[in-house]
């Protein structure tokens, strides 16, 4: 079928993916430590506003809050939480972010292109900010990759068939999704081997069909979150073990990454038509 032949294919469905080759409103990936960051280790993932200055020029701090009770009252008290260094879009809005928060490293891309290029500025990051972490042995508790697909109804509200945007016959939703109506929430869960570790991977699946403003106007969606996070046990969980050296190394962590990647693809296909499979180009190697 052409590509021409799927536009309208799913033209006549009435859905659409929220942008033009690809549904993809975020990604996120992340990695997890066992313990919190110190007050002095956040002090110094301050040192990466000069190496991210081009890449993420916007920086701000996440305040810690806390409130101390004593016989003379309540106090409240305010520390260094986290860090956020962002690039802004054109039109003003978030297009990518690295965030040190907690216990936790994650890189955000709300501007994607491909797989590859997306994956490889979201390494950088990550390694940027890895290299600031003291000691090859601290433990990793997880690492994880996060999709957030989006697509638009703008049939007549009357003619809404969540059977041309969805598979009536997918294992990953619940028969009375195509019977609840416009709106209705789907939540589910399993565990899967993944390629590049001995550790399980928890797959966390949302789907909400919803009403949103979307540039000013109410429009239906249908939002598909897909969490895959490998979670490590004590002993395969040292950081330099898992991340490598490098962001272009054949480490642990590329190996995660790609095998979750190749996860979500294979999630979205056991959930979406063949037409909107095909409309964003899901077999795709680069998507």
């Given at each position: 079928?052409?590509?021409?032949?799927?536009?309208?294919?799913?033209?006549?469905?009435?859905?659409?993916?929220?942008?033009?080759?690809?549904?993809?409103?975020?990604?996120?990936?992340?990695?997890?430590?066992?313990?919190?960051?110190?007050?002095?280790?956040?002090?110094?993932?301050?040192?990466?506003?000069?190496?991210?200055?081009?890449?993420?020029?916007?920086?701000?701090?996440?305040?810690?809050?806390?409130?101390?009770?004593?016989?003379?009252?309540?106090?409240?008290?305010?520390?260094?939480?986290?860090?956020?260094?962002?690039?802004?879009?054109?039109?003003?809005?978030?297009?990518?972010?690295?965030?040190?928060?907690?216990?936790?490293?994650?890189?955000?891309?709300?501007?994607?292109?491909?797989?590859?290029?997306?994956?490889?500025?979201?390494?950088?990051?990550?390694?940027?900010?890895?290299?600031?972490?003291?000691?090859?042995?601290?433990?990793?508790?997880?690492?994880?990759?996060?999709?957030?697909?989006?697509?638009?109804?703008?049939?007549?509200?009357?003619?809404?068939?969540?059977?041309?945007?969805?598979?009536?016959?997918?294992?990953?939703?619940?028969?009375?999704?195509?019977?609840?109506?416009?709106?209705?929430?789907?939540?589910?869960?399993?565990?899967?081997?993944?390629?590049?570790?001995?550790?399980?991977?928890?797959?966390?699946?949302?789907?909400?069909?919803?009403?949103?403003?979307?540039?000013?106007?109410?429009?239906?969606?249908?939002?598909?979150?897909?969490?895959?996070?490998?979670?490590?046990?004590?002993?395969?969980?040292?950081?330099?073990?898992?991340?490598?050296?490098?962001?272009?190394?054949?480490?642990?962590?590329?190996?995660?990454m790609n095998a979750?990647?190749?996860?979500?693809?294979?999630?979205?296909?056991?959930?979406?038509?063949?037409?909107?499979?095909e409309r964003i180009?899901?077999?795709?190697?680069?998507?």
């Amino acid at each position: 079928m052409t590509t021409k032949a799927v536009e309208q294919r799913a033209k006549e469905g009435g859905f659409r993916p929220i942008n033009k080759a690809h549904a993809i409103v975020e990604v996120v990936w992340y990695i997890q430590f066992s313990g919190e960051f110190s007050k002095g280790a956040l002090n110094k993932f301050l040192t990466l506003k000069g190496p991210l200055a081009d890449d993420l020029p916007k920086f701000s701090e996440i305040q810690k809050f806390s409130f101390a009770i004593t016989p003379q009252g309540a106090a409240a008290q305010h520390e260094l939480g986290g860090l956020e260094f962002q690039r802004i879009k054109k039109d003003g809005s978030l297009g990518w972010m690295l965030r040190i928060q907690d216990n936790s490293i994650s890189t955000h891309c709300l501007d994607y292109s491909t797989w590859t290029q997306s994956w490889q500025d979201a390494s950088k990051y990550l390694h940027l900010a890895l290299s600031n972490i003291e000691g090859p042995d601290l433990p990793v508790s997880l690492v994880g990759l996060k999709y957030i697909d989006r697509f638009l109804y703008e049939g007549p509200a009357d003619q809404l068939d969540m059977s041309k945007l969805l598979q009536g016959n997918s294992e990953l939703l619940f028969p009375k999704a195509f019977r609840a109506g416009p709106l209705w929430h789907c939540h589910t869960g399993w565990f899967e081997t993944v390629a590049g570790c001995n550790s399980d991977c928890l797959n966390q699946l949302n789907i909400d069909a919803a009403y949103t403003t979307i540039a000013g106007e109410r429009k239906h969606t249908t939002t598909i979150d897909h969490n895959a996070l490998v979670r490590f046990s004590q002993g395969e969980d040292k950081l330099q073990a898992i991340v490598g050296d490098s962001p272009n190394d054949t480490s642990q962590l590329n190996t995660i990454m790609n095998a979750l990647h190749d996860g979500n693809k294979k999630v979205l296909a056991n959930l979406l038509t063949a037409e909107m499979s095909e409309r964003i180009f899901l077999k795709a190697k680069e998507i």
